[in-house]
C-alpha cells in the first residue's frame, strides 16, 4: 500500500541532508557561541541558521504543515502540538559538542499526526550516519535494518545518560543519586554521547541496552523515540507508566525487562512541561 507520508519523508531526509552538510561546514571555521536559560545552555548561528533552512524548506513545499522548533521555541513559539501533521525540529542536536567539536552533532527531524510519530529522521552528521524509522515499517541506519539488543540482564548491559543542562542542586542530587545506584547494580558501563538523538539511536542500534534522562525536550526525542520502538524497543516515563513526549523524561531500552530494571533505580523529578512553558528553559 502507497505511504500517505513517503514524500515527506523524502523530504526530510533530503534537507536533513543538506542541514548536515552546513553544520560539517560550520566546524571548520569560528562558532560564536551565545547563551538561552544558563551560562551552559549553548546555541549558535549555525543552529538558528539550519532551523531556518529547515522549516522554509519544510513550508515551501508542506505549506498547511506546523512546527515545533528548539529554537522557534526559544524565540517565543509557542510549543503546541496539536492533531495536525507538525515538524518536530532540533537543527544541532548536541551543540555542547559542536561547539567543542566533540564528535557526535546530530538534525533530528520528528514528524507527527494526531500527535503520533510517523516518521523520525536522525543524520548524525559527523559519522555520515543518515538514520530513518517509519511507523510500523521498521527503523534503518544508512539503509540497513535496526534490531536493539537482545540482552535481558541490566547487569550485562551500557546505559547511556546525560547530566543535561540543569545545575539545580536539587535535580543535580536525584541525577547522581539515580546515575549511583546504576553503576553499582552493577552494569558492564555508563556512557554519554552528548545528544539525545544519538542516544536513542545507538538503543536502536542494539550498541546500548538503554538510555534515559530528565531533562530533555520534545525536539530532542521525537525522532529517535521512533526509531528505537521501530528497532523492536520499548519506550517508558522514569516513573515505567507511558512515555509522555512533552514530559521531558524518558527511559528507551531494548526490552522491557531493561526498561524495568532502570526506571525502579531512578530518583524521579520533574521539570516544567514543554507544553506549560511559554517558552523553552
Ligand atoms: O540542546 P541540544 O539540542 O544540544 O540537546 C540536548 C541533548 O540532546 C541532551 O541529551 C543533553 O543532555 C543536553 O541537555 C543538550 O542540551
Ligand atoms: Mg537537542
Ligand atoms: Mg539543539
Request: proline share 4%; hydrophobic share 40%.
Amino acid at each position: 500500500m502507497a505511504d500517505q507520508w513517503q514524500n515527506a519523508m523524502d523530504h526530510a531526509v533530503a534537507i536533513a541532508q543538506k542541514a548536515g552538510e552546513v553544520v560539517r561546514e560550520a566546524l571548520r571555521g569560528d562558532r560564536k557561541v551565545m547563551t538561552k536559560s544558563s551560562s551552559i545552555d549553548l546555541v549558535t548561528q549555525t543552529d538558528q541558521k539550519v532551523e531556518q533552512l529547515i522549516i522554509q524548506s519544510v513550508k515551501e513545499r508542506f505549506p498547511a504543515h506546523r512546527f515545533i522548533g528548539e529554537e522557534s521555541v526559544a524565540a517565543g513559539e509557542p510549543c503546541d502540538l496539536t492533531d495536525q501533521p507538525t515538524w518536530i525540529i532540533d537543527p544541532i542536536d548536541g551543540t555542547t559538542n559542536f561547539v567543542h567539536a566533540f564528535p557526535f552533532v546530530a538534525v533530528s527531524i520528528g514528524f507527527c499526526v494526531d500527535k503520533k510519530v510517523e516518521f523520525g529522521v536522525v543524520y548524525s552528521c559527523l559519522e555520515d550516519k543518515m538514520f530513518v524509522a517509519r511507523r510500523g515499517r521498521g527503523a534503518f541506519c544508512n539503509g540497513e535494518p535496526l534490531k536493539v539488543s537482545d540482552q535481558e540482564d541490566i547487569k550485562r548491559s551500557i546505559v547511556v545518560t546525560e547530566f543535561g543542562s540543569n545545575r539545580d542542586p536539587d535535580a543535580v542530587d536525584r541525577i547522581f543519586s539515580s546515575l549511583r545506584k546504576i553503576v553499582c547494580l552493577p552494569v558492564h558501563g555508563v556512557r554519554s554521547a552528548g545528544t539525545a538523538a544519538i542516544n536513542l539511536c545507538l538503543v536502536a542500534s542494539g550498541s546500548v541496552e538503554a538510555y534515559y534522562e530528565i531533562g530533555i525536550h520534545v525536539w530532542d526525542i521525537a525522532a529517535g523515540s521512533l526509531m528505537v520502538t521501530e528497532a523492536g524497543g520499548v519506550l517508558l516515563d522514569v516513573e515505567g507508566g507511558d512515555v509522555d513526549l512533552m514530559s521531558r523524561r524518558i527511559v528507551a531500552a531494548n526490552n522491557r525487562a531493561v526498561a524495568g530494571q532502570i526506571f525502579r533505580q531512578l530518583d524521579a523529578f520533574s521539570p516544567p512541561r514543554d507544553d506549560a512553558l511559554p517558552s523553552h528553559e
